[in-house]
């Protein structure tokens, strides 16, 4: 499904707005307040679309990295320009998102570096980790100049109405597909496993995990959850290894072949704790050894001088790479999924 789109004004694609605080500005859409994913939600989903005709991992980076960028229309309710394009290369044709950084919205808590690069890095570290949770994303120049160019992801859709919760959760510019993140409160229709619920009661049941109370309005509350997944869990630790400021359901996508594929990672790498999420479900539980051997080899290949701690030396700065390595250390040495920090938000606003 082709998400909604404008014209895309060139006048305006340059013009950042006026700076922003990351911590409010949670809904902002252009990626997570600024990021170019995170808080746009409103009509992008995820980054290119995966079908069976995408090509290897090598094929896709290739057409992304040299293809020809056209520009199809702008995604609109994001805060920093998004821009969904096909990318063609070779004889294929892709659909993808392209975030230029002429666009992004400053802001004063993430003062170095931009949004596109740091968008490239959270791709980097999540092949790395031989999650591939990120969808194949680069940093290349585009009719507005230097951006990241990710693949669009086409989510699948799921029964069932989108919860109060989801709603007006135009911060999250990573819907690339559309928001399809958390279920009604009757929970989850037949055949399908959503990611996020809405059910009634104290506990989350079986097979869930409780996130937190939210307002469905008419004075009612239900109980926001997310599913007990693997898939999930190796995306908390990846998460918390990036410092993910903005961890909505709406950057979570499901292709039709089942994939997870999370999106919108410009507010990553701060050198200060940020981590803000959706999935604390496994806070203070001991990380499974798939996790543990994951990140012991993962900070090996961030030992100076390793290929993907040069390449990211490229992306981010010198302060935000030796963060990302005590933070891996961290985890290594807890042997722990961390917990709340208690000095941040540990919930982005609105969630999904």
Request: aromatic share 4%.
């Given at each position: 499904?082709?998400?909604?789109?404008?014209p895309p004004e060139?006048?305006?694609?340059p013009?950042?707005?006026?700076?922003?605080?990351a911590?409010d500005?949670s809904g902002s859409g252009?990626?997570?307040h600024?990021d170019?994913g995170?808080g746009?939600?409103a009509?992008?989903?995820?980054?290119?679309?995966?079908?069976?005709g995408?090509?290897?991992?090598?094929?896709?980076?290739?057409?992304?990295?040299?293809?020809?960028l056209?520009?199809?229309?702008r995604?609109?309710g994001?805060?920093?320009?998004v821009?969904?394009?096909?990318?063609e290369h070779?004889?294929r044709l892709?659909?993808c998102?392209y975030?230029?950084?002429?666009g992004e919205r400053?802001?004063w808590d993430?003062?170095d570096?931009n949004?596109?690069?740091r968008?490239v890095?959270a791709?980097?570290?999540?092949?790395?980790?031989g999650?591939?949770?990120v969808?194949?994303?680069v940093?290349?120049?585009?009719?507005y100049?230097?951006g990241m160019?990710?693949l669009?992801?086409?989510a699948a859709?799921?029964d069932?109405?989108?919860g109060?919760a989801?709603?007006g959760?135009?911060?999250s510019?990573g819907a690339q597909g559309?928001?399809?993140?958390a279920?009604d409160a009757?929970?989850p229709g037949?055949?399908?496993?959503p990611?996020?619920a809405?059910?009634?009661?104290?506990e989350?049941g079986?097979?869930?995990k409780?996130?937190g109370?939210?307002?469905?309005?008419?004075?009612?509350t239900a109980l926001?959850?997310?599913?007990d997944?693997?898939?999930l869990r190796?995306?908390?630790v990846?998460d918390?290894?990036?410092?993910n400021?903005d961890?909505?359901?709406g950057?979570?996508?499901?292709?039709?072949?089942?994939g997870?594929?999370?999106?919108?990672?410009?507010?990553?790498?701060?050198a200060?704790?940020?981590?803000?999420?959706?999935?604390?479900?496994w806070?203070?539980?001991e990380?499974t050894?798939?996790?543990?051997?994951?990140?012991?080899?993962l900070?090996?290949?961030?030992a100076d001088?390793a290929?993907?701690a040069?390449?990211?030396a490229?992306?981010i700065?010198?302060?935000?790479?030796?963060a990302?390595?005590?933070r891996?250390?961290?985890?290594?040495?807890s042997?722990?999924?961390?917990?709340?920090?208690?000095?941040?938000p540990?919930?982005?606003?609105?969630?999904?």
């Amino acid at each position: 499904m082709r998400p909604d789109t404008t014209p895309p004004e060139p006048s305006d694609v340059p013009d950042a707005p006026d700076a922003t605080d990351a911590s409010d500005a949670s809904g902002s859409g252009a990626g997570a307040h600024g990021d170019a994913g995170a808080g746009s939600g409103a009509g992008r989903v995820a980054v290119a679309r995966t079908e069976a005709g995408a090509g290897t991992g090598a094929e896709v980076l290739a057409v992304l990295t040299h293809g020809e960028l056209t520009v199809r229309g702008r995604i609109p309710g994001a805060s920093n320009a998004v821009l969904f394009c096909g990318v063609e290369h070779e004889g294929r044709l892709l659909d993808c998102v392209y975030k230029p950084v002429a666009g992004e919205r400053p802001l004063w808590d993430f003062p170095d570096g931009n949004l596109a690069r740091r968008e490239v890095a959270a791709y980097e570290v999540s092949r790395a980790t031989g999650w591939d949770l990120v969808p194949p994303t680069v940093l290349r120049d585009g009719p507005y100049g230097e951006g990241m160019c990710q693949l669009w992801i086409e989510a699948a859709e799921e029964d069932g109405e989108a919860g109060a919760a989801g709603e007006g959760s135009e911060g999250s510019e990573g819907a690339q597909g559309h928001d399809e993140s958390a279920g009604d409160a009757e929970g989850p229709g037949e055949g399908v496993t959503p990611l996020l619920a809405l059910v009634e009661g104290d506990e989350p049941g079986e097979g869930w995990k409780a996130i937190g109370f939210v307002d469905v309005g008419e004075d009612r509350t239900a109980l926001l959850v997310h599913a007990d997944d693997p898939r999930l869990r190796r995306l908390a630790v990846l998460d918390a290894v990036i410092n993910n400021g903005d961890r909505k359901g709406g950057h979570l996508l499901t292709d039709a072949t089942g994939g997870l594929h999370a999106i919108d990672h410009g507010v990553t790498f701060n050198a200060d704790d940020k981590l803000r999420t959706l999935l604390w479900g496994w806070a203070g539980e001991e990380l499974t050894a798939e996790a543990v051997a994951v990140l012991r080899g993962l900070a090996s290949s961030l030992a100076d001088g390793a290929p993907l701690a040069v390449r990211l030396a490229e992306l981010i700065t010198e302060a935000e790479l030796d963060a990302l390595r005590k933070r891996t250390e961290a985890l290594l040495s807890s042997g722990r999924h961390p917990l709340p920090s208690g000095d941040w938000p540990a919930i982005p606003w609105p969630p999904v």
